[in-house]
């Protein structure tokens, strides 16, 4: 781990530009430049990456803050709760942080990115899904399979399903975006239980549903899309920010 912060810390405010081709399709032979680099979150030292895609600079890790104004809530009788603003590790185990980030209840959720960026809302997703579209970040010329452009290349279960993000098919979509998106899975607000790493990855928006439900975007190792819904805001997810 000592060594994964010091690489991080080389790399740190130095700026980086990729070249990756604008269509997944091989159709075109423009080429788009992302944006990267790195920052750190002055609450504790952590140090993330960026990604610039469209006018959006959006993180390239799920978040790790666990600061004091959010609790963290182990027993699962009482992650179930009206406030809404417990984080815990994945499985309660703080190993998994590093990789995964950990898991927030919409409240935390709300209150734990770094000063200068927010929890993305509804509509910024959608704009980051419309930006990908526009410029080909999909295969088999089917505009809504964004999602293995979206999901890194490894930790994901495998799938048989063509262009799903656990298929090694279409090699050049493959975290196309270099938003590295991982399966960190969730943990229930009833009965407090944990699913789905390794098979799914959710991320809250500030977006309300209903007064007890928030919006999420989702990517699963089966699917070729992007997919958004309503979830208790007692469950626990991932999040990522984006900038201001």
């Known amino acids: ?78 992650w179930y709760n009206d406030n809404y603003d417990g984080w815990c590790f994945l499985d309660n185990n703080p190993d998994y942080a590093d990789e995964y980030g950990v898991l927030y209840q919409w409240e935390a959720a709300k209150l734990s990115c770094p000063d200068g960026w927010h929890l993305p809302s509804v509509k910024e997703w959608h704009q980051l899904e419309d930006y990908l579209i526009a410029n080909g970040y999909y295969y088999n010329d089917v505009p809504k399979n964004i999602a293995k452009s979206l999901a890194s290349d490894f930790g994901w279960v495998e799938s048989t399903y063509e262009g799903a993000i656990g298929n090694s098919d279409y090699p050049d979509c493959r975290n196309k975006t270099n938003f590295s998106a991982l399966p960190g ?40 899309i992007l997919i958004s819904r309503g979830e208790s805001k007692n469950d626990g997810f991932s999040v990522r920010c984006i900038k201001n």
């Open 185 to 224: 899975g969730k943990r229930y607000g009833y009965p407090g239980t944990f699913n789905d790493i390794m098979f799914e990855g959710y991320w809250w928006t500030s977006t309300d549903y209903k007064t007890s439900l928030a919006y999420l975007f989702s990517l699963s190792c089966d699917s070729t």
């Open 1 to 78: 781990m000592k060594a994964i912060k010091l690489t991080k810390l080389f790399l740190l405010g130095c700026f980086m530009v990729i070249g990756a081709l604008i269509s997944c399709n091989e159709v075109e032979d423009e080429e788009i430049i992302l944006e990267m680099g790195n920052f750190v979150d002055s609450r504790d030292a952590t140090i993330y990456g960026w990604v610039k895609l469209g006018e959006q600079v959006w993180m390239t890790e799920n978040l790790k803050y666990t600061g004091s104004e959010i609790k963290h809530i182990t027993d699962k009788n009482e």
